[in-house]
Structures are given as C-alpha cells and as structure tokens.
Antibody, heavy 123, light 112 residues
Framework: EVQLVESGGGLVQPGRSLRLSCAAS????????MSWFRQAPGKGLEWVGF??????????HHSASLKDRFSISRDDSKSSVYLQMNSLKTEDTAVYYC??????????????WGQGTLVTVSS | DVVMTQSPLSLPVTLGQPASISCRSS???????????LNWFQQRPGQSPRRLIH???NRDSGVPDRFSGSGSGTDFTLKISRVEAEDVGVYYC?????????FGQGTKVEIK
C-alpha cells in the first residue's frame, strides 16, 4: 500500500524557517518524482514544487512566487522528500501535501497524496 | 501561467440526479506528445484530494463509473451520472501540460 506521511508542521513566527518531511513507503521511491502542494484555510490548491528522482538528476522546479524562499530536496536512500521553507510569511499558512509525481509526463502524476501537515505562521 | 476557470463554483444537486462541472483553460492543454494532461480531483470534507480522472477521461482505479470526464483542447467537463451522498465535496480540475501546474478554483458539490 502506498503511503505518504508528512511531518514537521506547526506554529512558527513570521520570518522564521521550517522544514517539512515526507516519508514514503509501499512503492519504489527512486522511480518517482515527488511534488509538494499547499492549501490555505478555506482556499484552493496550489502547486509548490517538484523534484525528479536522483536517477534522473534530482532536479527541482519551484513555483516562481516561492522559489526564493522554498526549496525541495530528497534522499532516495531514506525514501523521503523535504520542503525547506525560509523567511515564512503569514500568507504561507496552509496545509502542505506531499504527492507522488512522475519523472516524465505520462499521466501518472498526482495519484497518491499524503494526509497533509498544517503550517501556521503567526506571531 | 495557464488559467483554469471552473463553473459553476457551487452546485446543489438532488440525490440521484446528474451533475456537470465545466473547466476551461486559457490555452490549449495538448502536449507535444499529442496527449492532453487534464486531471480531476475530488476533495471530501476534511480529507486530502483524490485523483478521479487523468488525461481528460481516464478514470482512476476504484473510482465509480458514475464519474466521467470529457473534452479537448481548452474545454473540459466532469459529469456525475447520479449523485450519491458520498460525492459531496469540492472538485478541482488541474492541468499538467504546462509549467507551473495550475488548478481551477474548485466547485463545491452539495446535496439539496
């Protein structure tokens, strides 16, 4: 069974940093890209970024509006993907989802989602 | 960025009746390989999104056959043939053809 379990969320003050983790199981992690999405309270879904598997170079792409502050990385030996968030703002308050993706577009993207972890940015 | 526009944003439906959600993109979603990467997601209250449909009309495993997707180019539709109570939630279309990936605003389906 595919499982994606996010952790690391919580309450953080504006301007501080936070690192989210996502532990994957139930599939061959190294064969898949991974993505992060977020959803502000009562709002819609927003793509945060994407990272290819290490076998394909581990290259990451981030939302243009977030790339100066957010950074995705992964460790295929630990079947884990991370989201480093710096200089957090109140508008970054959201549930952050870890999602299975694909290295090359074929229609098998976003088929599994984690349960999400809530990040609240407030003083 | 590709803008995805859904309508309606709110959809009250009687149990057992059909429902239809429209999704329009600001540019064609046909990729260089000839396929169209348009997904539909369901988000039930308090749950994570779940993919229902990929590449316009391909139903995901475990998705009831009352859900169907159709469309081409810039104009897409999600249909529920007979709405059941478990279908309550918000439905999003999302395009994967272009970077960045973008979603529609969401359509809230509720029972009358």
């Amino acid at each position: 069974e595919v499982q994606l379990v996010e952790s690391g969320g919580g309450l953080v003050q504006p301007g501080r940093s936070l690192r989210l983790s996502c532990a994957a199981s139930g599939f061959s992690f190294g064969d898949y890209a991974m993505s992060w999405f977020r959803q502000a309270p009562g709002k819609g879904l927003e793509w945060v970024g994407f990272i290819k598997s290490e076998a394909y170079g581990g290259t990451a792409h981030h939302s243009a509006s977030l790339k100066d502050r957010f950074s995705i990385s992964r460790d295929d030996s630990k079947s884990s993907v991370y989201l480093q968030m710096n200089s957090l703002k109140t508008e970054d308050t959201a549930v952050y989802y870890c999602v299975r993706d694909e290295n090359f577009l074929s229609g098998n993207d976003y088929d599994y989602w984690g349960q999400g972890t809530l990040v609240t940015v407030s003083s | 960025d590709v803008v995805m526009t859904q309508s309606p944003l709110s959809l009250p439906v009687t149990l057992g009746q059909p429902a239809s959600i429209s999704c329009r993109s600001s540019q064609s979603l046909v990729y260089s390989d000839g396929d169209t990467y348009l997904n539909w997601f369901q988000q039930r209250p308090g749950q994570s999104p779940r993919r229902l449909i990929h590449k316009v009309s391909n139903r995901d495993s475990g998705v009831p056959d009352r859900f169907s997707g159709s469309g081409s180019g810039t104009d897409f539709t999600l249909k529920i043939s007979r709405v059941e109570a478990e279908d309550v939630g918000v439905y999003y279309c999302m395009q994967s053809t272009h970077w960045p990936k973008t979603f529609g605003q969401g359509t809230k389906v509720e029972i009358k």
